[in-house]
């Protein structure tokens, strides 16, 4: 029978698809995501507690097989109307009924971008602009869908797209030619509703000292840009000739083993993937050893607020799972490519607009890897030394989101840790700036071409399970104690204080006094220790959201303004941002809402939210595409072993090393 949190099959999306429909007859739908409504935590942890006690049997009552539907009931006046259902799958029948109303706007989908491309291609309005430049002979327009940001106060609250423009050189025939080279400043706004471009915005191209307003005009609008290709066979030099090959080899098979289609187990540990539209992998039920640590992880939410103050950049924000879903995103993963080893991939299922069911081939990807040495110790005295590598299970999913690219990884290590990691790549977003300016909006990374400065800010969601559902967060900081000649006659003390966290509340990461959040049971005690078993992660110091908190920017994206938020459980409270994030105007139903209700989080069904990200002020290296930049959340166990838990890897050695032949590197040197 079908796990209840395994993802919605083809079948059952189709099956909710056809209930959506039965309830709006004669009425014309929009489909936009059809996935698994998780079910209420309280009855899945009754069932999962049967599953791990190994009494499931065929008659054991299962929680509801339910499907979340989003679409769009299309009125006589054309004009969408958002609607949520919640579909039993098993039972055809739609259980819950929402018109979400005008007030939010539902993400995108891909189809709307298609959209937004054809008209205005076909848009007089936008011809007329376009006229105003003169575009090289073998150039032809490239339009860059993206999310409104924020709307102005003085704007209606209607759906809204707007597109960057770019030119690409087609002389070389090649397709992947690289167009971000040649940024037009043209950004066409569509009115979602009547899918009409209503106005082309005209951003400025000028550099210090030209003010915010000024519009600067020339006709050869891509003069001054020049190529800046990243695919092989159109780099002026080629590629690397001397890099010999390095092959992951795995002769006896993986470590781990997948059944049920979702359960993984590997090294002690053992947990279930899934997937889903809006955050792409999720980590579901996690135990190590028979103990319980995890009832569910995933990437929250993320925000890419821009820092050009001229209009109409301001708007430049999006939120990469709210708005377009991550898991809408998600790239059909290459074998020896994007994950290396011996791999299994995992499938997932988008929705069509017309609510029919795609297979996502390939979307998540399991393997494992060499991480360096996990631990070692030389005995000086006998000159033998132990040493064990620190071997990884990953579990990854990579999305393209235009022009960017992010890495999402859960890493499983054998030392009961996990690192929840983040990797920045693709292609800078970039705009048009005139021939030898510069500029204190962003760096000039090539020709014509202004980087404009921004963040990349991401909230991690852990809703911890250590020994049981109910846990308790402990804030532990180590301060320095003056000298003195009662407690601290050499000055060399400090202290070791704990606090337990109440009630609903936020914080930030403080590394002079090495804050540290442990989400602890406090009615299960190390038998050596005497401190309640646990896990903790120490929150990464980066920089938080730089925009006013007057802003726009600031009002939509509270969750990105302190590093760990901490709030009690509630069914589909999932989104640090809010459920709806595009066009908001503030974050709504997001963890600052949470906060404020002001519960308790003492001995309890707890939820721990962790946020950090980049300033990415650009540099020319990042150019034309940019090396990626790691972010790592290490959570790690605290007093929950009684002792290290990697004591018993095997020192084994790799017996396909081999030392380097001396006159081969002679060689080389000359």
Partial sequence: ???????????????????????????????????????????????????????????????????????????????????????????????????????????LTLSEFDVLVDRCMNSPLFQSA????????????????WPYGGLDETEENRRYFQGLCFARDTRSGNADTNFYSYPLPLIPVMDAHTQE???????????????????????????????????????????????????????????????????????????????????????HDVWYDGRSVMYRLAISEMTVPYADPRPPFHRKQAFDFGDGGGGNMANNLSLGCDCLGVIKYFDAVITNADGSAQKLPNAICLHEQDNGIGWKHSNWRTGRAVVTRHRELVIQFIITLANYEYIFAYKFDQAGGITVESRATGILNVVNIDSGKASEYGNVVSGGVLAQNHQHIFCVRMDPAVDGVNNSVVVEESHPVPLNVTTNPHGNLYRVIKKTVDQATFMDADPKINR????????????????????????????????DSRSVQARRAQFAQHHVWVTKHRDDELYAGGRYTLQSQKEVDGVADAVLRGDSVSDTDV???????????????????????????????ADFFVANPAIDVPSSRNVSSQLVDSKCCREARI
């Fill in 130 to 145: 376009l006229a105003d430049f003169r575009l090289p002979d073998g150039f032809e327009v490239v339009i860059e869908p």
């Fill in 516 to 547: 540290t959040i442990k989400m602890i049971n406090p009615h299960k005690l190390n038998p050596i220790s005497g401190n309640p078993v646990g896990y903790k992660f120490i929150p990464m110091a980066t920089q938080l959201l730089l925009a």
């Fill in 197 to 283: 471009i209503i106005r082309v915005d005209r951003p400025a191209t000028g550099g210090k000292g030209d003010g915010l307003t000024e519009q600067t005009f020339k006709t050869d609008i891509i003069g001054h840009c020049k190529p800046s290709e990243y695919v092989p066979e159109l780099l002026p030099e080629g590629t690397r000739k001397d890099l010999k090959p390095l092959n992951v080899l795995q002769p006896e098979g993986p470590s781990f083993k997948v059944t049920d289609e979702s359960l993984v187990e590997w090294q002690r540990w053992r947990f279930r993937v899934a997937f889903n539209p809006r955050e792409g992998a999720t980590i």
């Fill in 607 to 637: 939820v721990v939210w962790c946020t950090f990200g980049i300033t990415h002020n650009p540099r020319v290296e990042d150019w034309p595409v940019m090396p990626v930049e790691i972010m790592q959340l290490t959570i790690r166990p």
């Fill in 1 to 107: 029978m079908t796990h209840p949190l395994a993802i919605l099959s083809q079948r059952e999306t189709n099956i909710a698809r056809d209930v959506v429909r039965e309830c709006h007859p004669g009425t014309v739908i929009d489909f936009r995501e059809i996935f698994l409504n998780e079910p209420p935590k309280a009855e899945l942890v009754e069932f999962l507690a049967i599953e791990h006690a190994g009494r499931l049997t065929p008659t054991t009552p299962r929680p509801p097989r339910r499907a979340l539907c989003q679409y769009d009931v299309i009125g006589e006046d054309r004009i969408p109307q958002f609607h949520e259902s919640i579909v039993d799958v098993v039972s055809r029948r739609r259980v819950k009924h929402t018109v979400v109303g005008k007030q939010h706007h539902a993400s």
